[in-house]
């Protein structure tokens, strides 16, 4: 029976040296009982989540040490510390990972153990619901909407292209004379828009594009990428290892686009379970470090049901997406312009509401193909009408143009270089600068008195 005030230790050390650690940690006075010695990670992770000890010694050189382990170790409530004892230390390594506290002998290992014991927890986020202020640092867009092919990696590719062309000049031009037909606010309208069109190409901004959908990533083969340039796995499994560099992970992305480099998704849906959660999060970390802009394009799929299905600590598939949801700073949410598209829209906006991971409230909503075939005369009006009765909100309207996406799908480009006057292209620069000028006014002092900002989105807390 282990005395109270007694530190619990489960070892998982490699070699003669492990009997070694064992009698050191239990010593007379040390305060430290071994109560497991596990042969392996597997072993350790076992006891771990049964609740057996209170930290981990393990050696620097397990196999399968990683970040991942280390997260699950974490999550059960135990400190992890290694044993480091080679003549070349890899205590970067072991920081970047997770490991709490690293000795270099066996003789520190007692006293490790009761600082790393004594030691107050790390403080979580007070508000995890507020977005988080990274200053000088990208940020994150998720594009996320609902079954059924609304365009969800059209518009990522679009938003990164519209970002990498920086935002518009300052327009010193004036607003337009009152003549003709039409109302003030249309030609106003119709004005800023063509200003900004004729106006862009100021500094350029870097963006990194990100495929995270599980289920049917698309964004390689869309600018005809070669099925072994998934760089996003790639960078996963670099961050599961140990640190990962901003230029490692510059080349686990390469620039496909002007001004955006690309991290293309799994080679196929099967090999969902490469997309793990705690190195992914240190990927999106990493990627504000390297683009002013990170945009990445989501599953479909938000269900956490499959935990019912699956181990509990098994990877989960849907996992990719509301880490992405997560950490974004801001949400678009795409739909399809028409009836069906429509309903799933409202329908995942409820979904999006009801999800248990803390979201930001800056989140923008797309509708795609707007066109008369589908909802009628007047679609744009036909489609603000639906959303605003049904969902309540106020979204971005993309018209259809059949003629410049199917070029830009033919040749593996955007808008900007296929078809530089779509209507499409035009809708989707609006939306970058909708983008940033949401992030610019949550990064103002009088942000902490306004909890929304954006378009008149209905919050879904």
Do not use: K
């Not at 062309?165 to 607003?175: I, Q």
């Amino acid at each position: 029976m282990t005395a109270a005030g007694t530190i619990t230790v489960l070892c998982a050390v490699l070699g003669p040296v492990e009997s070694t650690v064992v009698r050191r940690l239990g010593e007379a006075g040390a305060a430290v009982t071994v109560t497991r010695r596990c042969a392996d990670l597997t072993e350790l992770l076992a006891a771990a989540e049964a609740g057996s000890g209170r930290a981990a010694v393990v050696s620097a050189t397990l196999p399968g040490l990683g970040r991942e382990p280390v997260a699950r170790l974490h999550q059960a409530g135990v400190r992890v510390i290694a044993l480091d004892d080679a003549p070349e230390p890899s205590t970067e390594r072991l920081g970047a990972i997770g490991v709490d506290a690293v000795a270099r002998s066996v003789h520190e290992l007692p006293a490790a153990v009761r600082d790393e014991h004594t030691r107050p927890p790390t403080a979580p986020d007070a508000d995890l619901t507020r977005p988080r202020a990274r200053t000088g640092r990208g940020r994150l867009i998720a594009v996320w909407g609902p079954v059924g092919a609304p365009g969800r990696t059209t518009t990522a590719i679009e938003l990164s292209v519209a970002l990498a062309e920086g935002p518009p000049a300052p327009d010193r031009t004036g607003p337009p004379r009152r003549s003709g037909r039409g109302s003030l606010r249309g030609r106003l309208s119709r004005a800023g828009r063509a200003s900004r069109r004729a106006r862009r190409g100021g500094p350029r901004e870097q963006v990194v594009l990100a495929d995270a959908d599980t289920y049917g990533p698309s964004v390689a083969p869309r600018l005809g990428l070669l099925d072994d340039s998934a760089g996003l796995a790639g960078a996963v499994r670099a961050a599961a290892a140990g640190p990962l560099e901003v230029e490692s992970l510059a080349r686990h992305a390469p620039v496909t686009l002007p001004g955006v480099r690309v991290l293309g998704g799994i080679v196929r849906p099967a090999r969902w379970a490469e997309l793990s959660g705690a190195a992914l999060d240190a990927v999106w970390d990493r990627s504000r470090d390297l683009a002013d802009w990170v945009v990445v394009d989501t599953g479909p799929v938000l269900e956490t049901d499959e935990l019912l299905s699956y181990d509990t600590r098994a990877p989960q598939r849907n996992g990719a997406t509301l880490g992405a949801l997560a950490a974004a700073d801001v949400v678009v949410v795409v739909g399809g312009g028409d009836p069906i598209g429509l309903h799933r829209l409202v329908r995942g906006l409820d979904d999006l509401a009801a999800l248990p991971v803390p979201l930001t409230p800056d989140r923008l909503v797309v509708v795609n193909r707007v066109r008369a075939a589908t909802v009628g005369d007047g679609p744009r009006g036909a489609v603000r009408t639906a959303l605003a009765r049904f969902a309540g909100v106020d979204p971005f309207l993309v018209p259809d143009d059949p003629a410049g996406l199917d070029a830009g799908l033919l040749t593996g480009r955007a808008l900007s270089e296929c078809a530089p006057g779509s209507p499409a292209r035009t809708a989707f620069g609006d939306l970058a600068d909708q983008v940033r000028r949401i992030v610019r006014e949550r990064m103002s002092p009088r942000a902490e008195a306004s909890p929304w900002v954006g378009i008149p989105n209905r919050r879904h807390a």
